[in-house]
């Protein structure tokens, strides 16, 4: 049995096999998933064969949802929070959650796996010992090479997503 704590669990970020053990077991163990899209979680879930009480927390509802995670928190349950791929609060929906669990003094644990920054990175040929990440860049032009430009001397490498 797990203890009372948010899990953010890392999911596949392309094949439904590249989930870690410890992942799977979390998965099994909590009483609730918080999930960013509850139809791609569901596919995960089935592929392992798992079955979890399961909602929905994504970027339109993520504020909404937290005092009810948080009451859960209080109440000695776990929850796992997983985003459609790859790490939550990473370019994804979770940081309002994660920071309101934190300050309400409750536990947070990371369950590493897959991330598509450091998959890219690692297979891109660029140097990797020093590298920025960006997210995603608005998609004004304008706006995009401002943040750019901010950028432009830094000697490190720009993982970007698109």
Same mark, same amino acid.
């Given at each position: 049995m797990l203890e009372a704590a948010l899990y953010?669990? @890392?999911?596949p970020i392309g094949h439904l096999d590249d989930i870690t053990i410890?992942?799977?077991?979390?998965?099994?163990?909590v009483d609730v998933i918080a999930a960013e899209d509850t139809r791609?979680?569901?596919?995960l879930m089935r592929a392992h064969g798992l079955q979890k009480s399961m909602l929905s927390l994504?970027?339109?509802?993520e504020a909404q949802r937290i005092q009810s995670l948080l009451r859960r928190l209080e109440a000695g349950e776990s929850v796992a929070l997983i985003s459609e @791929?790859?790490?939550?609060?990473?370019?994804d929906p979770g940081y309002?959650?994660?920071? @309101?669990?934190?300050?309400?003094?409750?536990?947070?644990?990371?369950?590493?796996?897959?991330?598509?920054?450091?998959a890219a990175l690692s297979a891109s040929g660029l140097p990797s010992h020093h590298f920025v990440f960006l997210g995603f860049l608005p998609q004004r032009n304008g706006r995009r090479k401002r943040i750019l430009k901010?950028?432009?001397y830094i000697p490190a490498t720009l993982v970007l997503y698109e």
């Open positions: 953010i669990v @890392a999911t410890r992942a799977v077991q979390v998965l099994r163990e791609t979680a569901q596919t994504h970027r339109d509802n @791929a790859g790490t939550p609060c990473i370019s309002l959650l994660v920071r @309101a669990v934190v300050e309400a003094g409750h536990k947070v644990t990371p369950v590493p796996g897959a991330s598509a920054v450091i901010t950028y432009k």
